[in-house]
Every structure is written in structure tokens, then in C-alpha cells.
């Protein structure tokens, strides 16, 4: 997703001075808690940060009061205003040229809990931008929608597994608000792409973590209208919500039990929760037998099944002994090759050929993720090519593309209990070029699983806003998966 605080239209005239409608650089909403940093400099002068003020719903905020807010959601479809005190209103039609610096605290990424009482460490994200910008007092428009003539083919009740989506695959065009939820989902419909419905809680609930009652209405219509099924309810556990101190464990419990309580108003029967913690498993296994749901821990690249971290689940996992208790498999732990998506954006952030070359060259030894991740930035070093340029791809290029043999899910295919069909693109031949689709078929039909097969389109972290239609890929992708799916039950008559 394109990581930007700042778009074209950002630009806006207010009695104060002018002001800048902001954007949260995230998929999912956030904490005013998380806002570490806002700084702006305006035609070549950076603004003190007394006169900077954040404005959200009619309140305002001085810039070193944001990380106190840990109770105020900023919601992925709002857009504040960051006011720059002037001595005079800016007037439409004006132009200057703006620089914006921001440093998030992802409250959900935590690299290490806190001592003693205090803040743990948590995964930043950084946000630099530089533009010129035209007053304005109008939103970009949404372009116009392409349609899809032909009908999806229809499931069978001899395919091994149903398919569906999760919502966040559509997260950029989400967060800029091309869609509205009911818009979202009638897109999903008209494309033929249920009847699974995935969501992230935190990115699509106005009332986050709470599932408010006229959400539910909503929900329920859509689903009655469309036929949709719901498959997966991804939870979040925001650990440093507060900056002061991490949550204790009595928190992180109410907080997730409060997520339970929501995917159940909504009628999922399964919950992606992202900790795993033994302590925690065993207060919440009660709560997930009395609300009759399913907790799959996601695994996720770089990790794959018996990655030491997963190990650890697994034995945490084999001591509760609950039905109730496996995994969510996410593609990218399984891939072989980098995806193409991402070659193209490191091109444009400046790689030349050999450079790539050596990208994938070191991706595909059996190093660490760290170890991979530092000899790339070593090798760009040595090329005197700041590893700046890159933003957070040089992280992410080893962080979110795993190669894991796909037959290592066969080591834990009875616990799987969801699926995630990451992809990135489907080339003109109706392949993925980084993700072997019939093979993860293969090996999905002949190890028994008969779930959702949720397709998750994350090429928003690598591609521009608008550069594809990921619902469009979405469609194509189930067409791919169908076609897998026929074609090893074929070989098996």
C-alpha cells in the first residue's frame, strides 16, 4: 500500500492558515497513541510544532499530546487535519511545496516486551513525503470501475475446498474511499468472488474493537443479499495501545475475549488470533468453547510449519489438547521466487539489473531473515546506493516472501483450519508466477483439507494505487484455483 500521509488533493484552505487532510499510511486503523512524530516544512521552511495542530471529529490535538490518546481510534477511512498556523488564510489555487515527516508505532507489532513495567519495542513505520500541492477544497475523484462480462463458474459439491476473500485484499482502495463497506462487498458479489467473507477487524469496524449493533445490521443485510458466508474474523492484539506500558496480561485478555464476543454478534465460526501465548491460550480456550469458535494461530512468511517460533505453538497446541485450537496457512510462507510486483517497485526505487539479480540471488539461500536482509543492505553499501531508497522494501523483499517446500503443510495439515491464498498477480497465462498454485492444490486435495481457501491479494504493499484492480485479480485467481482443483481430481479417478 502506498505508505503516504499526503496525496495529490491533501492541500486545504482553513481560517488558521492552511491545512492538510491526512491519510493514514496503514491498512488498518489505528491508535492516535500510535502518532509518534509530525513534522512540515512548507516552501523550503520546517513549521515549529506549535503551530501544528491535529484535528479529528471536530477535536483538536496539539502534536505532543497525540501519543496520550490511546483511547481515540483514527479510522482507516478518516482523514483528519494536520493545521498550519499562518498569518494569513491560504486561498485557493495556491501553490506551495510541502514536506511531511511521520513516525507510527504499530501497537500490534511488538519486537520486545517491555521491562520492568515500562513500553515495549514495537515495529515503526516511517513516512517521508515530499510534494507540491494546489489548494483545493475538493477530494480526488474514484476512477471509473471496470466491469467483469463473464460469470464466474460456478462451485461444485465435489470441489475439495470453498472459496472467498478477505476484504483486506481491497485495503488501499478501502483506505482511500473508493468503496464503502456495502459498496465493497456489492463489488465482491458482481464479481462472482464469494461466498467466503474474511475481515480484519481493526481495518473495516468504524467502532473498532467493539462490533457495534448498527454494524451488525449492516453486515446481516449484505449477507442477505448477497449470500455471503462468513469464513474468518482476523483479530488483532494491540499490546502497546498505551505508550507508557505494554497491556498487562488481565488487558490483553479482556481485549481479546471483547474480540471474540464480536465475531460471534457476527456469526463467524473462526478467529485469526495473533498470539499465541500459553498463558493466554489457556484463559481464552474457555471463552472459544462457550461462544462455540474456532483460534488459528496465522502462519505467515518468513516462518513456515516448523519454524522454532511455530514449534512452540505446536507444543502449546499438544498440551491444551482442544479441537478448537490450529492454524491459519499463508501462502507466503511457500513461495518460489520473489514476486514480480516487487522486482518492479525496487526498479523504480532505483535498482538496476545486477542489483536485482543479487536481491533474488540472496533470497534464495537458506540464511535467516536477518542474515538475508543484511547482506543485501551490505551489498547495496558497497554500492554506494543508500538503502534508503528502498523505504521499507529492503525489509520487506525477505519479511513477507518465504520459500518453504509447500509439502511442509502436510506436517501439520490436520490442524489447519483456514487458508490464505496470498497472491500477487496472475499473468496472462492465468499463473502466479511466485506462488505454485496446482502444486499447493496438490498437496491441499491429497492432505485431506476441505476449508476456505480465502484469497488475499497483497500486492497493495508493492503496487500504485490504482495499477490494478485487485477484486478483478481476486476473480482470476479463484478461476486458477478451480481449475487446480479439477485438474488433480482428475488425476486421481
Given at each position: 500500500?502506498p ?15 492552511l ?35 491535529f ?36 486561498a ?72 472467498g476473500l ?32 474474511e ?9 473498532y ?9 449492516q ?12 469464513s ?50 489457556r ?40 479441537p478448537l ?44 531473515m ?40 502436510t ?83
Amino acid at each position: 500500500m502506498p505508505n503516504g500521509l499526503i496525496a495529490e488533493d491533501s492541500l486545504r484552505a482553513h481560517p488558521d492558515g492552511l491545512a492538510l487532510r491526512l491519510t493514514i499510511p496503514w491498512y488498518r486503523s489505528l491508535w492516535l497513541s500510535s502518532v509518534s512524530t509530525l513534522r512540515v516544512t512548507l516552501d523550503g521552511v520546517e513549521i515549529p510544532v506549535d503551530d501544528l495542530a491535529f484535528e479529528l471529529d471536530g477535536t483538536r490535538y496539539a502534536i505532543a499530546e497525540l501519543p496520550q490518546q490511546s483511547e481515540t481510534l483514527w479510522f482507516l477511512q478518516q482523514h483528519p487535519l494536520l493545521v498550519v498556523r499562518r498569518d494569513r488564510p491560504a486561498a485557493l489555487g495556491e501553490q506551495h511545496d510541502v514536506e511531511i515527516f511521520g513516525e507510527l508505532r504499530l501497537p500490534y507489532m511488538q519486537i520486545a516486551p517491555g521491562k520492568d513495567g515500562g513500553p515495549g519495542m514495537y515495529v515503526p513505520n516511517i513516512v517521508r513525503q515530499s510534494l507540491t500541492l494546489t489548494v483545493t477544497d475538493t477530494d480526488a475523484a474514484a476512477p471509473a470501475i471496470a466491469t467483469v462480462s463473464t460469470p464466474a463458474p460456478p462451485a461444485t459439491d465435489d470441489d475439495p475446498f470453498r472459496l472467498g476473500l478477505t476484504l483486506y485484499s481491497a485495503s488501499a482502495e478501502f483506505r482511500a474511499g473508493w468503496y464503502d463497506f456495502d459498496g465493497l462487498l456489492d463489488r465482491v458479489a458482481e464479481l462472482g468472488i464469494g461466498p467466503g467473507i474474511e475481515i480484519v477487524a481493526s481495518q473495516v469496524l468504524p467502532t473498532y474493537p467493539v462490533v457495534s449493533d448498527a454494524f451488525v445490521s449492516q453486515w446481516r443485510a449484505a449477507f442477505d443479499r448477497h449470500g455471503f458466508d462468513a469464513s474468518s474474523f482476523g483479530a488483532n492484539l494491540d499490546m502497546g495501545r498505551r505508550r507508557d506500558r505494554d497491556m498487562t496480561p488481565d488487558e490483553e485478555f479482556a481485549f481479546s475475549e471483547l474480540m471474540f464476543q464480536g465475531a460471534k454478534k457476527l456469526g463467524f465460526p473462526l478467529v485469526r488470533i495473533q498470539s499465541a501465548k500459553p498463558e493466554l491460550l489457556r484463559r481464552l480456550l474457555p471463552v472459544a468453547e462457550r461462544l462455540e469458535l474456532k483460534l488459528a494461530y496465522e502462519i505467515h512468511a518468513p516462518m513456515g510449519p516448523n519454524a522454532e517460533a511455530i514449534l512452540k505453538v505446536r507444543d502449546t497446541y499438544a498440551e491444551l489438547d482442544s479441537p478448537l485450537l490450529g492454524f491459519v496457512a499463508d501462502f507466503s510462507a511457500t513461495m518460489r521466487s520473489m514476486s514480480p510486483t516487487l522486482l518492479r517497485a525496487v526498479r523504480r526505487a532505483g535498482l538496476d539489473d545486477q542489483a536485482v539479480a543479487e536481491l533474488q540471488r540472496i533470497w534464495a539461500t537458506d540464511a535467516t531473515m536477518q542474515e538475508r536482509q543484511q547482506e543485501f543492505i551490505g551489498y547495496l553499501k558497497s554500492r554506494d546506493f543508500d538503502p534508503g531508497r528502498l523505504g521499507a522494501f529492503a525489509h520487506l523483499a525477505f519479511n513477507m516472501h518465504g520459500h518453504v517446500d509447500p509439502r511442509g503443510w502436510t506436517d501439520i495439515m490436520p490442524q489447519i483450519l483456514h487458508v490464505h491464498a496470498k497472491f500477487y498477480e496472475i499473468d496472462e497465462t492465468g499463473q502466479e508466477p511466485a506462488i505454485d498454485y496446482p502444486e499447493l492444490v496438490r498437496v491441499f486435495v491429497e492432505g485431506g483439507y476441505r476449508g476456505y481457501w480465502s484469497s488475499e491479494w497483497e500486492g497493495h504493499a508493492f503496487a500504485e494505487l490504482g495499477e490494478v484492480d485487485p477484486l478483478v485479480l481476486v476473480r482470476r485467481q479463484h478461476d486458477l484455483i478451480r481449475a487446480s482443483m479439477r485438474a488433480v481430481q482428475a488425476a486421481h479417478v
